[in-house]
């Protein structure tokens, strides 16, 4: 089992800056990817990017150049360091982890507003 603690939500002003940290516990280990997704009210969960121990990461076209994603694996933490906030980025951010064929794991969400 794998237990994922996000935090660094908020309301922030467009143009402004936010933070997102996730936490992995558990049976964390080997080569693992890391990451977020978000979901908008009346939309799908989408990808926002990810994140493997080596460090190769992966974004979505609508925050490439805006948000940028990394992680210590020394902590088994990864961040999601999020600006030039747009409106459009209001959404509850999900931590993911994904290691092997074991299940994905999912944080609790964590609310991102974006006010104009």
């Known amino acids: 089992q794998v237990q994922l603690v996000e935090s660094g939500g908020g309301l922030v002003q467009a143009g402004g800056s936010l933070r997102l940290s996730c936490a992995a516990s558990?049976?964390?280990?080997?080569?693992?990817?890391m990451g977020w997704y978000r979901q908008a009210p009346g939309k799908q969960r989408e990808l926002v990017a990810t994140?493997?121990?080596?460090?190769?990461?992966n974004y979505a076209d609508s925050v490439k150049g805006r948000f940028t994603i990394s992680r210590d694996n020394t902590k088994n933490t990864v961040y999601l360091q999020m600006n030039s906030l747009k409106p459009e980025d209001t959404a509850v951010y999900y931590c993911?982890?994904?290691?092997?064929?074991?299940?994905?794991?999912w944080g609790q969400g964590t609310q991102v507003t974006v006010s104009s």
């Open positions: 993911y982890y994904k290691a092997g064929w074991n299940p994905n794991y």
């Open positions: 994140i493997i121990n080596g460090g190769s990461t």
């Open positions: 558990g049976s964390v280990g080997g080569i693992n990817v």
